[in-house]
Every structure is written in structure tokens, then in C-alpha cells.
């Protein structure tokens, strides 16, 4: 059970933040004709577990209003996208693989290959992979997509759309 503390903290940190900062700076992205909005939210808005509630619920909160906004906005050469990473090599998985070592009496290694096991790519994901689907997103090259998620997984979402 979450309190409500909790989910406060959450909705702060995964949706008020992000959305306080598209008002401030899409009037001016309007006025000069460009901007590129690039929230890195989750694959979980799409593929949730039960272990990561508060952190669904504001991301997928974030992703419906990306979605309408980029609606209004995107006449004015403004785009909002998001990003949903799954499995990249970075400090977070390596706290995750971490844990199972704790709590499974495994090897980091051990924890590692099974964690690359349920990624269709049979590998983790580059942060410079992340980098660069970003930068296209945030380039001119861009301008015809907006209001969409880009999943950054392996291949592993199971979803068609």
C-alpha cells in the first residue's frame, strides 16, 4: 500500500515537473516557429508491472497529456514525444541485477544474462542508443512525428501500436 506521500512524490517527479515545464517553454517554441519536446518517460506506460504503480500512473499520466498537447501544438513546428526505455545499461539496472544477487544468492553476472534473457535483442540497450533516438526526435529531420512513443526495448514490446 502506497501512502500519500508517496504518491505525491511521484506525481512531482514523473508528471507535474514535466508538465510545468512545457508551459513555460512551448509559447515561445510557437512564437519562433520550432521546438522539440522529448519526455523520457517508460516502456512501462505500455507494458506495466504490478511492482512500479506510483511510477505508471504518472508516466502515463504524462503520456496522455503529451499526446493532447501535441495536438495543439504541432501547427507551430512544435513536436512532444516520448520515449519509453526498457533494459538500458546504466546505474538503475545495475542496482536491479544487484538485488537479485541479495535476495536470489546468484552471481552479478548470473543476474545480468537473465535479465538480457527476456530482451528480444538478447542484450541490453546503450545509453548512446537512447542519445541518438532523442537527437533524431529533436531534429528538424523530425517534424512529421509528434504525439508518438518510441519504445527503446530490444525489440520486446509485444504490442502492435
Known amino acids: 500500500?502506497?501512502?500519500?506521500?508517496?504518491?505525491?512524490?511521484?506525481?512531482?517527479?514523473?508528471?507535474?515537473s514535466a508538465v510545468g515545464l512545457m508551459q513555460l517553454v512551448i509559447p515561445g517554441m510557437?512564437?519562433?516557429g520550432f521546438g522539440r519536446i522529448i519526455n523520457i518517460t517508460s516502456a512501462m506506460v505500455t507494458t506495466p508491472h504490478p511492482f512500479?504503480?506510483?511510477?505508471?500512473?504518472?508516466?502515463?499520466?504524462?503520456?496522455?497529456?503529451?499526446?493532447a498537447v501535441s495536438k495543439?501544438?504541432?501547427?507551430?513546428?512544435?513536436?512532444?514525444?516520448?520515449?519509453?526505455?526498457?533494459?538500458i545499461d546504466t546505474g538503475?539496472?545495475?542496482?536491479?541485477?544487484?538485488?537479485?544477487v541479495q535476495f536470489r544468492g546468484i552471481t552479478?553476472?548470473?543476474?545480468?544474462?537473465?535479465m538480457r534473457q527476456t530482451i528480444a535483442a538478447k542484450r541490453l540497450g546503450r545509453p548512446e542508443e537512447v542519445g541518438a533516438a532523442c537527437a533524431f526526435l529533436?531534429?528538424?529531420?523530425a517534424g512529421y512525428i509528434s504525439g508518438q512513443n518510441l519504445h527503446l526495448d530490444g525489440g520486446s514490446y509485444e504490442g502492435l501500436i
Open 108 to 114: 552479478l553476472e548470473e543476474a545480468y544474462d537473465e
Open 52 to 67: 512500479m504503480t506510483l511510477s505508471i500512473a504518472a508516466r502515463t499520466a504524462l503520456t496522455g497529456v503529451t499526446k
Open 138 to 141: 529533436a531534429s528538424a529531420h
Open 30 to 32: 510557437k512564437e519562433r
Open 1 to 16: 500500500e502506497n501512502s500519500a506521500q508517496q504518491w505525491h512524490e511521484a506525481f512531482e517527479a514523473n508528471f507535474h
Open 92 to 100: 538503475r539496472q545495475r542496482q536491479m541485477a544487484e538485488l537479485q
Open 72 to 87: 495543439d501544438v504541432v501547427s507551430s513546428n512544435v513536436t512532444i514525444n516520448n520515449l519509453l526505455p526498457e533494459r
